[in-house]
């Protein structure tokens, strides 16, 4: 069998190891060997050498996590298995690193424990073994055991961060984005319509926005101006328009939240949201909280805290005039610029210090992904610390290959940032992910 190996030169022993083995059971072994002349394409390289593979081993490290070329092997070796190109691939872990989640779908070895038994494993499953799940092979389901292994250990250890998105919000009846806008330019255009007795009856909110054709942070900062005074008013009100209260997956981030009995308490939560239905639910079943909103603002040490780094509007009471909310271009430029600024700061010692669990978030927003990619910059491990929860892609009539390549690109990206997604067939799956995480 004509057998490749991927490493990083920093764990050659791994792979002289393996080869030996693999050679003297009758393997062809071959590694370092592209060939690289100065104008090669490395990709067209790379996969021109994989063209004639059986096997392919790769070694999965701190190091090979960290290589740009290592990294750059992985890639093309992922994009080759999704055009069906026959070759088993066999990743082998060989230090305590997270194994990527588009690797991991493969039966791997871990040499972790027993090295010696790993390669023999290794040997045995390239030489004829017959198993029920033979190393290599690609399992029809994910296995997550390990992501929840680690989330949960976090979560018990008083170091789980949750970071919440939008969608975090939308199943309980809070708008989205689009139509939170929409809502707010119907108020607008009535406004303007009253103050300039400019006629605006036949004129759809929907229309106006296609109109103005800009991005949805410039328009914010159009209602913004011509709001005035009745912007956080408005904004409030359109909210909660519909009375929005509760959710299966607001339920799973209470059950998150309760005190444990054996362990530390979860450590924090930061939202992206303006609502108060996390904090509406937790009051519901007397979990202890405190939202911190702006600069200066602390919490007992036995109360949660609820970090909103985009501002808060509660669904009672009167609406401070020094209330900000994250809304529009000029608002969220002067967040992005000011790295001193509270919200920046808690969301980098979070992902500094704790497993950080994203959800219902795009990874769309500029700024969160320039946090992640410094915190991941500043990690000399390069270990994936932090895990998202995404919906897995399924697109109206694209094939299954589109569909694979698309998860790929996107756990690239992911991993990247420092994250490992842990994907969800449907949304409805996602409470049930927190769960597991209590278990």
């Not at 740009?68 to 992985?74: A, L, P, R, S």
């Not at 328009?219 to 909660?240: C, H, Q, T, V, W």
């Not at 500029?366 to 915190?375: A, C, E, G, P």
Request: negative net charge; hydrophobic residues 35%; proline residues 4%.
């Amino acid at each position: 069998m004509n057998v490749f190996i991927s490493y990083s030169q920093n764990d050659e022993k791994y792979a002289d190891l393996i080869s030996k083995r693999l050679r003297e059971t009758g393997h062809e072994v071959w590694y370092d060997d592209w060939k690289i002349r100065e104008g090669d394409n490395l990709i067209s390289k790379i996969e021109e050498g994989l063209r004639n593979t059986d096997a392919i081993i790769i070694i999965v490290s701190q190091h090979s996590l960290q290589s740009e070329w290592v990294k750059q092997e992985y890639s093309v070796i992922a994009f080759s298995d999704i055009s069906k190109k026959k070759a088993r691939i066999i990743p082998v872990l060989v230090d305590k690193s997270t194994v990527p989640q588009y690797l991991s779908r493969y039966l791997y070895v871990d040499l972790t424990n027993d090295q010696s038994l790993g390669i023999d494993r290794i040997v045995n499953a390239l030489s004829g073994e017959i198993a029920e799940h033979p190393i290599g092979s690609e399992v029809d389901e994910r296995n997550y055991d390990a992501a929840y292994g680690s989330l949960s250990e976090a979560l018990k250890s008083g170091k789980l961060t949750l970071v919440c998105g939008a969608g975090v919000s939308i199943g309980a009846g809070i708008p989205s984005w689009n139509t939170l806008l929409l809502r707010l330019l119907e108020s607008m255009m009535i406004k303007i319509s009253n103050d300039h007795s400019i006629s605006l009856k036949n004129v759809s909110a929907n229309e106006f926005q296609k109109r103005l054709g800009s991005s949805s942070l410039m328009i914010g900062k159009y209602l913004k101006s011509n709001l005035g005074k009745d912007f956080l008013p408005e904004l409030r009100e359109a909210l909660y328009q519909g009375n929005p209260t509760c959710c299966d997956l607001i339920d799973a981030i209470v059950e998150l939240s309760r005190p444990q009995r054996n362990g530390m308490p979860l450590d924090s939560i930061i939202t992206f949201n303006f609502d108060a239905l996390i904090e509406e639910n937790l009051d519901n079943t007397n979990i202890k909280h405190k939202t911190i909103s702006a600069e200066g603002l602390r919490n007992d040490p036995s109360a949660l805290p609820i970090y909103h780094v985009h501002g808060f509007l509660p669904r009672k009471g009167k609406v401070p005039k020094e209330t900000e909310i994250v809304f529009s271009e000029d608002a969220y430029h002067a967040q992005f610029i000011d790295p001193f600024s509270w919200s920046n700061l808690i969301q980098l010692n979070k992902l500094g210090q704790n497993t950080c669990l994203l959800i219902g978030l795009s990874l769309t927003d500029s700024n969160l992904r320039r946090l992640l990619d410094v915190s991941n910059r500043k990690d000399p491990s390069k270990n994936l610390n932090h895990y998202i929860i995404k919906k897995t892609p399924n697109f109206k009539d694209s094939s299954e290959t589109v569909d694979k390549m698309t998860m790929l690109l996107e756990e690239q990206d992911a991993n990247e940032l420092g994250l490992n997604v842990i994907w969800a067939d449907t949304f409805d799956e996602m409470p049930d992910i927190i769960r597991k995480i209590c278990d």
